[in-house]
């Protein structure tokens, strides 16, 4: 009980829906520090995939799904680290809120991009291919203009951006990998709900950040096994 309690000590109170949660000076460095150790990996991990590759085809979906998960992570950290130590310029944090969130979107797409470009999917559902890239710039224009307006339509539209292309990846002739693919899902549905607990649960966002660690780790795992880990890129690695 003292511990449940001491743990409540690192966090503020919670605020109204139209107010943004002000973390403690505990979790904005615990924000930082969850995405920010994750950068070098991130962009190690895409190197490799790159190298991995075979064609151009797969060179260029590594470069689009590398530059994604590593945005992600780089941009989180930015605005986290601005938000703590620059709060008084609140309109550079502003800015740096719009891009975080912005880089949402596009990292959802970039993550979708290598099982779309390289696995064979039906004549209609090829068009996703690039639906998923207009989705993500949609969204990150309805950032622009209504960042913040209404975060219950803001995660409805991250959701639907997020479920959408899965449907197609059922789809699938070729199934090897649904099952990571679904298992980072639910990693990231059940990281929603610490995203939404801000002074409810102490380090909440910080929970939040690595709920998506570990499903976007699961995702690149399935992405480096199922799409790059061919046996002519074994030999690339033995040379």
């Known amino acids: 009980m003292k511990f449940v309690l001491c743990c409540f000590r690192f966090m503020n109170n919670r605020v109204p829906s139209s107010k943004r949660y002000q973390p403690t000076e505990y979790e904005h460095a615990a924000n930082c520090a969850t995405h920010g150790l994750w950068i070098i990996p991130s962009i190690l991990g895409s190197s490799l ?26 941009m989180s950290t930015m605005f986290h680290t601005v938000s703590w130590k620059k709060s008084h310029l609140q ?9 975080d969130r912005m880089m949402i979107y596009f990292f959802i797409a970039a993550s979708y991009s290598p ?20 989705m993500a710039c949609a969204g990150s224009a309805y950032v622009f203009f209504y960042h913040e307006k209404n975060k219950i339509l803001d995660l409805l539209c991250y959701t639907i ?17 649904v099952l990571e693919l679904t298992m980072g899902g639910i990693f990231y549905c059940l990281g929603v709900v610490f995203f939404k607990s801000d002074g409810l649960i102490p380090f909440a966002h910080a929970i939040w950040h690595v709920f998506v660690t570990v499903g976007a780790g699961i ?21």
Request: proline share 3%.
């Open 219 to 239: 995702h690149y795992y399935a992405i480096w096994r199922y799409l790059y880990a061919t046996e002519s890129s074994h030999m690339k690695l033995s040379r």
């Open 115 to 134: 099982w779309l470009n390289l696995r064979e999917l039906g004549p209609w559902m090829a068009h996703m291919r690039w639906l998923v890239w207009i």
């Open 91 to 99: 309109k550079v944090e502003q800015s740096f809120h719009m891009c």
């Open 161 to 177: 951006m997020s479920a959408v292309p899965a449907l197609v990846l059922l789809s699938m002739p070729n199934r090897e990998g």
């Open 49 to 74: 995939l790159y190298f991995l590759s075979d064609d151009q085809w797969e060179s260029i979906t590594a470069w689009m799904y590398g530059s994604g998960l590593s945005a992600l992570f780089v």
